[in-house]
């Protein structure tokens, strides 16, 4: 972003540790329900007692984690856009950036919808199921890709209501759609016998309910009043900066997902043992990002509300706070791990093989989340910032450190790979760390002194 104007004022924004964990703990809890919606259908399809109808909820659950989470740039780049017209005090701007991802949303979402013959057509060969269970898939598919334009404007509503701050509404509308979701899901499957087309209408009416229920906070939140000049709304410039601080994040995700998607690659390779072994052990690493994630949260409302306040104080201290709070959170984590992770991983598989592998390469799951606590922070401060281009970039430069470090490491084997993807973390949160340094001066409009 810009400087501001050399006479822009300095607005006060609070952050206190209090501010950063209020903001942080109801998101950490949202991001602990996202795998609810795959457990419910899981599980009320088992009650069938159809291996196929269970591999296709399976199967389904990972295509649409890959195609939505590609498009997570949406609550995002919104989250990131809101915090600073509510730095600068900008009510009519807040309404503006809302109704701009909506658009994005409807527009991205019916895409998706229209190529839905050439997403099916190119997905499930690849994912290599039994003609039953390819069949079975392809019913879910057919149904839950018009949820598509709703589970996009879910995350722009969501990336809204975290840049204005307000997390805890943002966690009762994910327990809302995961509650309609569980009560239709048993209705549709087991009450009306609809089988896996009941689990797939019930995940997208609960996408469309949660639609319907966050268009009402944010009219709420605005009196009723969410009218926003058409110009102002596809303003060219304001547009233009929108779309490209989304394609930078988008870019950046997939560069993340290529990233895991090449170490469960490089696990297969070495073995079903090897494979299932990293499998639950990358569940470990996946479950403290959820609750670095909640602290990233905090970074990026109280980063882009201080941006959009041109005070560099607030910033500096919200930095710094968010900072502090996730490394303790992922020393804690990484202590659990050490001396509980035996414990987990007994409860997660029985096979002897793969515990004792496990337990083989438990230390090095143990200390991702300390690897990856900058890179969890900064990812928040930058999308706050909205330094996309240079979170895109360091992203670039740390993928290349991984796939540089697994080369030399390949004589290592496993132990080589999970060295690389520690690399990875640590280049990651190095390198946003020190370009922060960079990129802070220009940020902000004159010289400010004054305690945050």
């Known amino acids: 972003?810009?400087?501001?104007?050399?006479?822009?004022?300095?607005?006060?924004?609070?952050?206190?540790?209090?501010?950063?964990?209020?903001?942080?703990?109801?998101?950490?809890?949202?991001?602990?329900?996202?795998?609810?919606?795959?457990?419910?259908?899981?599980?009320?399809?088992?009650?069938?007692?159809?291996?196929?109808?269970?591999g296709a909820v399976a199967l389904n659950a990972l295509l649409f984690d890959f195609l939505f989470w590609g498009f997570g740039f949406l609550r995002m780049g919104t989250a990131g856009l809101t915090a600073q017209a509510v730095g600068a005090d900008d009510r009519l701007e807040q309404r503006a950036v809302f109704l701009r991802a909506l658009v994005m949303a409807a527009v991205l979402g019916l895409a998706m919808v229209a190529l839905q013959r050439a997403i099916a057509a190119v997905a499930f060969p690849l994912l290599g199921a039994s003609p039953e269970v390819t069949h079975a898939a392809e019913i879910y598919f057919a149904i839950r890709i018009w949820s598509a334009p709703f589970a996009f404007a879910n995350y722009a509503v969501?990336?809204?209501?975290?840049?204005?701050?307000?997390?805890?509404?943002?966690?009762?509308?994910?327990?809302?759609?995961n509650v309609v979701n569980i009560l239709l899901c048993i209705l549709f499957t087991l009450g009306m016998g609809w089988g896996v087309a009941g689990t797939a209408w019930a995940t997208t009416l609960a996408e469309t309910t949660?639609?319907?229920?966050?268009?009402?906070?944010?009219?709420?939140?605005?009196?009723?009043?969410?009218?926003?000049?058409?110009?102002?709304?596809?303003?060219?410039?304001?547009?233009?900066?929108?779309?490209?601080?989304?394609?930078?994040?988008?870019?950046?995700?997939?560069?993340?997902?290529?990233?895991?998607?090449?170490?469960g690659r490089q696990g297969a390779l070495a073995g079903d043992v090897t494979l299932a072994a990293n499998a639950i052990l990358n569940n470990f690493f996946l479950v403290g990002g959820y609750f670095l994630d909640g602290i990233a949260t905090a970074a990026e409302q109280l980063s882009g509300r201080s941006i959009g306040a041109n005070n560099r104080p607030s910033f500096e201290k919200a930095v710094r706070?968010?900072?502090?709070?996730?490394?303790?959170?992922?020393?804690?984590?990484?202590?659990?791990?050490?001396?509980?992770?035996?414990?987990?991983?007994?409860?997660?598989?029985?096979?002897?093989?793969?515990?004792?592998?496990?337990?083989?390469?438990?230390?090095y799951a143990a200390v991702t989340p300390i690897a990856g606590a900058l890179a969890f922070t900064f990812d928040g401060v930058y999308v706050g910032a909205t330094w996309n281009a240079a979170m895109r970039n360091l992203m670039a430069v740390a993928l290349a450190c991984y796939f540089g470090l697994w080369w030399l490491l390949q004589p290592l084997g496993n132990h080589g790979l999970w060295l690389a993807l520690i690399g990875f973390l640590v280049a990651r949160g190095a390198g946003q760390g020190l370009a922060y340094f960079r990129l802070l001066p220009g940020s902000f409009s004159g010289i400010q002194t004054k305690a945050a």
């Open 158 to 177: 969501l990336g809204w209501l975290i840049g204005l701050g307000r997390t805890t509404t943002g966690l009762l509308l994910q327990i809302g759609i």
């Open 210 to 263: 949660g639609v319907v229920a966050g268009l009402a906070v944010v009219v709420a939140h605005f009196g009723g009043n969410l009218g926003v000049p058409r110009s102002l709304v596809f303003d060219r410039a304001k547009f233009v900066r929108m779309i490209a601080i989304n394609r930078d994040i988008m870019l950046r995700t997939f560069a993340l997902l290529a990233a895991f998607v090449f170490f």
């Open 321 to 363: 706070y968010s900072v502090i709070w996730s490394l303790g959170l992922a020393i804690g984590m990484s202590a659990v791990l050490f001396a509980a992770g035996g414990a987990f991983i007994d409860f997660m598989t029985t096979s002897a093989s793969v515990r004792e592998l496990a337990r083989q390469f438990l230390p």
């Open 1 to 54: 972003m810009p400087a501001a104007s050399i006479d822009a004022p300095i607005r006060p924004v609070p952050v206190s540790h209090r501010i950063v964990i209020g903001i942080a703990a109801p998101m950490t809890l949202a991001h602990l329900s996202t795998p609810l919606l795959g457990l419910v259908d899981t599980a009320v399809i088992g009650q069938i007692g159809s291996e196929a109808l269970l």
